[in-house]
């Protein structure tokens, strides 16, 4: 499961908190759950471009994840190369626990053109990751 999750049931004699720091996924995610995830390929499908849009809303600027192509990475430093397959794995897994995704354990980065056109991939996203993404660790990954 992500450690980008966390339950939206407290342990015994704890309140439920909900902060800034967290974020429920919205309802409506559900009707499309079944559509997250079903291959491998980089290029998202709408319904992954609407969640990754929905939980970077705050950083992401003017950059929008429809009909682009992501690679994912996880892991403590970020060595791991995931599918997109597992990754939507992981989010169906907090949809279906009820769980609060943590939106600061998540990290983007859109790449620049030359990436883009190269490595045919438009941005990565990395969760699990105690390093912070940067250009210079995407390119020592691609280029190994």
Wanted: hydrophobic share 30%; aromatic share 12%.
């Amino acid at each position: 499961m992500l450690g980008s999750c966390k339950s939206n049931y407290p342990h015994q004699g704890e309140d439920r908190i909900i902060n800034e720091s967290q974020k429920k996924i919205p309802d409506d995610f559900h009707s499309y759950e079944s559509e997250l995830g079903n291959d491998s390929l980089a290029l998202l499908n709408k319904y992954e471009s609407l969640y990754l849009n929905w939980l970077f809303q705050e950083r992401r600027g003017l950059f929008s994840f429809e009909g682009k192509r992501v690679m994912f990475l996880s892991g403590n430093g970020g060595k791991r190369v995931c599918s997109k397959k597992q990754y939507y794995k992981n989010v169906r897994e907090c949809m279906d626990h009820d769980m609060f995704v943590l939106p600061q354990a998540e990290q983007f980065l859109e790449l620049p053109t030359d990436y883009k056109n190269q490595h045919n991939i438009d941005a990565v996203v990395a969760y699990d990751m105690k390093k912070t993404l940067s250009l210079k660790h995407i390119d020592k990954l691609l280029n190994q």
